[in-house]
C-alpha cells in the first residue's frame, strides 16, 4: 500500500527545525566562536570540507545521503531569544555580553556549499560538501551538518549492500523502526533504506513525511490471541463481485481445509484451530490483503494448511490472496515446500492466482544471511530486513569529519603524526573519471583554479595515501562532481525527491566496475591529486617545519 501522493515539502522542513535546532552541536562550536569573534576574526572568509577516512563495512564504497536535510537546516538556521538566553547561562560569565547580540542576528546568509549529488556512490577522502562562509558562522555549523550526513550516508550504504546482495529483481521491506536508536534513528533509518535500494518500509510516518510505500499485515501476537473458531467473527463474507448476500466463509472455509488435508495427506489432529480462526478473522477483515503469518505453530503441520484453505475460499468468492510471510527456521527450505503446495493446489483445484502467491522472508536477516538466501535455492520474493539494517551492526559509524581547509583565501592543513588523519589543503575541484566502457576508475582532486581533465587527454595525477611517484591516465569520459547547492542563504538546486535520489543511487552502482562494488573483499577504488595539489601538501608540509621556530626569531 503506498503513502498517499502530495506536497510534504512543508512537513518536511517543520520535521527537519524540530529535529535539528541550532543548539543541537557541541558547546566547543560556540566557545570557538566567541574566541573568533574577540580576535576580530569572525567575519573572515573560510572554506570547509566534509568527508570520510574509511570505505564503511569492509566495503570498496559509500553512499552519499543527507544532502536535503543539510539544505532544510541551513536555510531555516537561526537562533531564537531563548536560545541565546541558555548560551547566556552555560558560556563563562567572563563572555562580552555583545556576543550574544552577535549570535542573535547570526543566519547562514553568506554561507554557500557546494556538494556531490545525493545519492551518488563516492569515497574515502574525496569531500561530499564544501561549505564556506564567514569563519564563525561555518565553524558553527560543523556538529549539525555531520549529525545530518553520517548516519544517513550509513544507512544508505548499508542498504545499497542488502540491495547488491539481494539482487535486482527481490524486494526489500524494512521493518527496523522497533530496533532502532529513538524515534529519530527509526525516521531517518526507513527514509535512507528507500534510497539505498528497499522498496517498501512499515514505517507509517516515514510513509506519510517522505512518500515510501509502506506494508503489514499481522504479527504472531494476532494469531496466538485466538484460541477457538467461535472467536473468529464475523464469520460472512460478501462476494468480490458485490452480490449483497454474504456467504458463510467460515464453512466455506472449513470445506477447503478438508479437501486441502485431503491433497497433502495432512493429519487433521495437528491444525491449529486458534490459528485457522485468526486467519479467517484477518481475511474478513482485509479479503484483499490477506497475507498471514504462518510459521506460529509449524508451517507445514498447520500454518500453510490452515492459509491454503481461507486462501481457496477467498479465491472462489472472486478475491486474490496475496501471500504468506515466514519469520523462523530455515527460510529457503521452508520457501521451497511452501511454494510446491502453492503449484499443487492451483493445479489440483484450477486455482490460478495460487501461482502469484507471494512469499515473504524474515528472520533477524543480516547481510551474510540476505546472501546466502540469493546463492541456494529459495523461492522468497520479498525480504523484511530490520535489527542489521537500521542499526548497521557491521559498523556503527562513518566516521564523517569537518576540517577547515582554507582561511582569508590561504589554503589550510592539518598535518598529523598519523598519515590518515591530515587533510588535503585549498579550496577544490572534484572530478570522476570512467573508461570507454563507462566504469569509473578514478577520483581526481584538483585545486579550484586548475583547468578541467579533458577525455581522451593523458593526465599526470598522484594516488592518495601512496608514498609512490606519479601515474598517467586517460579518462573517455570526465564528470565534475561538484555542484552549487546553496549561495547566500538561498537554496539554489531544487533537491531532488527521495524517488529521484533512490534512482541516483542504482544508476551510480551501475557505473562502478563489478570489482569496485563486490561485498567482499572488493578492489580498491583510487583517488588521487592533481599535479598542483600535491605540490601545494608537500610545501605546506614543509612549511609547516619552519614556521615552528618563531620563537628563534625574536
Excluded at 181 to 188: K, S, W
Excluded at 456 to 479: D, I, K, N, W
Excluded at 510 to 535: F, G, I, M, N, W
Aim: proline share 6%; with cysteine; charged share 20%.
Amino acid at each position: 500500500m503506498a503513502a498517499p501522493a502530495g506536497d510534504t515539502r512543508g512537513v518536511e522542513e517543520r520535521s527537519v527545525r524540530d529535529r535539528v535546532p541550532p543548539l543541537l552541536t557541541d558547546l566547543y562550536q560556540f566557545t570557538m566562536a566567541y574566541a573568533y569573534w574577540r580576535a576580530g576574526r569572525h567575519r573572515e572568509p573560510a572554506v570547509f570540507e566534509l568527508f570520510f577516512r574509511d570505505n564503511p563495512f569492509g566495503g570498496g564504497f559509500s553512499v552519499f545521503a543527507g544532502l536535503r536535510d543539510c539544505l532544510l537546516f541551513l536555510r531555516g538556521f537561526r537562533l531564537s531569544a531563548r536560545d541565546v538566553d541558555f548560551l547566556r547561562s552555560v558560556l563563562p560569565p567572563t563572555t562580552h555580553p555583545d556576543f550574544f547580540q552577535f549570535l542573535r542576528d547570526l543566519d547562514c546568509s553568506d554561507v554557500s556549499v557546494r556538494s556531490v549529488p545525493e545519492g551518488s556512490v563516492v569515497f574515502a577522502r574525496v569531500p561530499l560538501m564544501e561549505v564556506s562562509g564567514p569563519l564563525a558562522v561555518v565553524q558553527l555549523l560543523e556538529t549539525s551538518l555531520l549529525c545530518l550526513v553520517n548516519y544517513a550516508s550509513l544507512v544508505c550504504s548499508n542498504a545499497a549492500r542488502f540491495r547488491l546482495a539481494a539482487g535486482p529483481t527481490r524486494k526489500l521491506l524494512e521493518m527496523g523502526l522497533r530496533r532502532a536508536q529513538g524515534p529519530d534513528g527509526g525516521l531517518t533509518a526507513s527514509r535512507y533504506s528507500y534510497i539505498g535500494g528497499f522498496d517498501l518500509t512499515s514505517n507509517v510516518q516515514a510513509g506519510l513525511l517522505f512518500g515510501i510505500p509502506v506494508a503489514g499485515t499481522i504479527a504472531h501476537s494476532f494469531v496466538t490471541s485466538f484460541s477457538s473458531l467461535d472467536e473468529a467473527q464475523p464469520q460472512t463474507l460478501a462476494a468480490a463481485s458485490g452480490d449483497p448476500d454474504p456467504v458463510d466463509f467460515l464453512s466455506l472455509s472449513k470445506g477447503w481445509l478438508g479437501r486441502v488435508c485431503e491433497l497433502l495427506g495432512a493429519e487433521r489432529w495437528k491444525i491449529h484451530e486458534g490459528e485457522f480462526a485468526a486467519f479467517l478473522s484477518y481475511a474478513v477483515a482485509y479479503p484483499r490483503n490477506f497475507l498471514p503469518v504462518i510459521d506460529s505453530y509449524s508451517v507445514t503441520c498447520s500454518g500453510l494448511l490452515n492459509f491454503c484453505a481461507v486462501a481457496a475460499a477467498l479465491c472462489e468468492l472472486g478475491y486474490q490472496p496475496v501471500g504468506v510471510r515466514l519469520d523462523s527456521g530455515d527460510l529457503c527450505g521452508q520457501s521451497v515446500e511452501v511454494r510446491r503446495v502453492f503449484r499443487l493446489c492451483s493445479e489440483q483445484f484450477s486455482m490460478a492466482p495460487f501461482l502469484s502467491l507471494v512469499i515473504v522472508g524474515s528472520n533477524n536477516i543480516s547481510e551474510r544471511s540476505m546472501r546466502e538466501l540469493s546463492d541456494k535455492e529459495s523461492e522468497i520474493d520479498t525480504v523484511g530486513v530490520g535489527t542489521h539494517l537500521v542499526t548497521c551492526t557491521e559498523q556503527p559509524s562513518l566516521g564523517c569529519v569537518y576540517k577547515l581547509v582554507e582561511v582569508r583565501g590561504r589554503p589550510r592543513m592539518k598535518i598529523s603524526e598519523d598519515p590518515e588523519k591530515s587533510t588535503v589543503p585549498g579550496k577544490k575541484s572534484v572530478y570522476r573519471l570512467a573508461d570507454d566502457e563507462g566504469h569509473v576508475f578514478l577520483d581526481l582532486l584538483s585545486l579550484e583554479a586548475e583547468p578541467a581533465p579533458e577525455p581522451g587527454r593523458p593526465l599526470a595525477c598522484f594516488a592518495l595515501g601512496s608514498e609512490g611517484g606519479a601515474m598517467t591516465v586517460t579518462p573517455a569520459q570526465v564528470t565534475c562532481l561538484r555542484q552549487e547547492v546553496f549561495s547566500r542563504g538561498r537554496v539554489t538546486e531544487p533537491p531532488s525527491s527521495s524517488t529521484e535520489t533512490r534512482a541516483r543511487v542504482q544508476d551510480s552502482l551501475r557505473s562502478l566496475h563489478p570489482r569496485h562494488k563486490r561485498l567482499q573483499d572488493p578492489d580498491s577504488y583510487t583517488v588521487a591529486l592533481s599535479e598542483q595539489l600535491h605540490s601545494l601538501a608537500g610545501e605546506l608540509r614543509r612549511g609547516s617545519a619552519s614556521q615552528n621556530s618563531f620563537l628563534l626569531a625574536n
